[in-house]
């Protein structure tokens, strides 16, 4: 009698006690069969310059016109100027797994938190702006697709054949142009010239910029130089136009686009701009070449199996031909630019010419 009681209580207590937990796996990303994510980071709104448009139209048509296996899927996100943005889609991408590499059209400072955005999302990151050769944890994942902002400085500097050219260095109190800044006054201090005077054209002294330069724009043979993008000195006080009194003397930024460059109306003759030679015989500006170049690169790099690493691996150790010029990396560079690529560019019969 006792056992049976002791039978009925055991399946009493089995038919009422919970079912165990099921432990359901998260759901790793599906890969469409024989493609390649790519997300491309531009600034297709805000006010920081330059836009990404050329760079957007540039990949669209390469997009459409690939032919290679695996087959790139791009998806591009407007980060409108804002670093913040640029931040949190990098690490969206790192938690959802999504991208297998990415390009930034934009220019950054790889600072701390950036890096630890990269070495966090473990991806490949091709810069089209200007960079400083990165080091750190993050560097093997980050790629410079233009000059560094000293060879940029470097090229501008030299274009000044007296070596006692007063010179002035115009900011726009933006990261990039503050870069640029330190990058010029150290070429010129390297080159035992005269130390450029700083003038400040940010936004809440544009207005009187005219009227505070006019004591450095007297007499014929000074040197003057836009750093950051020109959106902010073309438009609305157009300072560039304001400050070309001496043809030949007056330099804006790798930044600058053609779009910028159209607006420069009768200061044109005046201005030069560094970018890469090639793409002025390709119909394409500067960035946009790039821009396809980082598609291309990608593609001839991909790891067909979306192995991170092994797509990071194939672009250090290789060499790239593009449309913009042709890219060298390595272990310990990861810069791929050459620095005699770089010429000056001006703005002539409605196009990006190099400049005599």
Not at 9 to 35: D, K, M, Q, W
Not at 116 to 138: C, D, H
Not at 208 to 225: D, I, N
Request: aromatic share 6%.
């Amino acid at each position: 009698m006792l056992r049976a009681g002791v039978i009925a209580i055991a399946l009493l207590v089995s038919c009422t006690a919970p079912a165990p937990a099921t432990v359901v796996p998260t759901p790793s990303p599906t890969r469409e069969p024989g493609t390649f994510a790519v997300t491309a980071l531009l600034d297709l709104s805000g006010t920081r310059g330059p836009r990404g448009d050329a760079q957007r139209s540039a990949m669209q048509q390469w997009i459409d016109a690939q032919r290679t296996t695996p087959r790139l899927r791009l998806r591009i996100v407007d980060v409108a100027g804002s670093d913040a943005k640029l931040l949190l889609e990098l690490k969206r991408a790192a938690d959802a797994g999504d991208t297998d590499a990415f390009v930034v059209g934009v220019p950054a400072t790889i600072d701390d938190a950036l890096a630890s955005a990269i070495a966090l999302a473990k991806r490949p990151v091709l810069f089209t702006m200007p960079i400083t050769e990165p080091a750190g944890e993050a560097a093997r994942w980050i790629f410079g697709l233009a000059p560094t902002p000293d060879a940029l400085a470097r090229a501008l500097v030299d274009a000044l054949a007296v070596r006692s050219t007063a010179a002035v260095i115009v900011t726009n109190g933006t990261l990039a142009s503050g870069r640029e800044e330190l990058a010029l006054a150290a070429t010129f201090h390297a080159d035992g010239r005269p130390m450029p005077f700083v003038l400040s054209a940010a936004p809440e002294v544009r207005d009187t910029f005219v009227q505070r330069s006019k004591p450095f724009f007297t007499g014929e043979g000074a040197a003057v130089f836009f750093t950051g993008s020109a959106t902010g000195y073309l438009d609305p006080q157009r300072i560039v136009v304001a400050a070309a009194i001496a043809p030949g003397f007056e330099f804006l930024s790798y930044l600058t686009d053609a779009t910028d460059a159209s607006r420069l109306g009768e200061a044109a003759p005046a201005v030069r701009w560094p970018g890469l030679r090639r793409p002025t015989s390709s119909g394409l500006g500067t960035h946009a070449a790039t821009a396809t170049d980082a598609l291309a690169l990608v593609a001839a790099s991909a790891d067909a199996a979306g192995d991170p690493e092994r797509t990071r691996a194939r672009i250090e150790g290789g060499t790239f031909a593009g449309i913009a010029t042709t890219y060298v990396f390595s272990p310990t560079r990861h810069i791929g630019v050459d620095a005699r690529e770089i010429a000056l560019l001006a703005w002539q019969n409605g196009r990006a010419v190099i400049a005599r």
